[in-house]
């Protein structure tokens, strides 16, 4: 089992920036069997949609959408995943999930609220 927590999430102006956070807890052999970990975001009346992610070795893949303005991260020491959100436009709007996908399966946090106002 993980358990995901997100944070950061707020109302922001566009062009604004704001950073969330993933706090990832579990035993310590589930943390090593994590192979990648990602954002995820759901609109209103869409599906849910890949934003990034990030595997255990760095490499990293991005939506075109937010290519150039979103940032994914991870500190492995503290088990927290970040996505740098900078340039923010009112389509960024959604819910922003955080996912951890383990051998022993895939999980999410319940997310995090972001809303851009034009």
């Known amino acids: 089992q993980v358990q995901l927590v997100e944070s950061g999430g707020g109302l922001v102006q566009a062009g604004g920036s704001l950073r969330l956070s993933c706090a990832a807890a579990?035993?310590?052999?589930?943390?090593?069997?994590?192979?990648?970990m990602g954002w995820y975001r759901q609109a209103p009346g869409k599906q849910r949609e890949l934003v990034a992610t990030i595997t255990r070795g760095g490499s990293t893949n991005y939506a075109d959408s937010v290519k150039g303005r979103f940032t994914i991260s991870r500190d492995n020491a503290k088990n927290i995943l970040y996505l740098q959100m900078n340039s923010l436009k009112p389509e960024d709007t959604a819910v922003y999930y955080c996912?951890?996908?383990?051998?022993?399966?895939?999980?999410w946090g319940r997310g995090t609220q972001v809303t851009v106002s034009s």
């Open positions: 996912n951890a996908d383990a051998s022993s399966g895939s999980y």
């Open positions: 579990a035993a310590t052999g589930i943390f090593f069997s994590i192979n990648a």
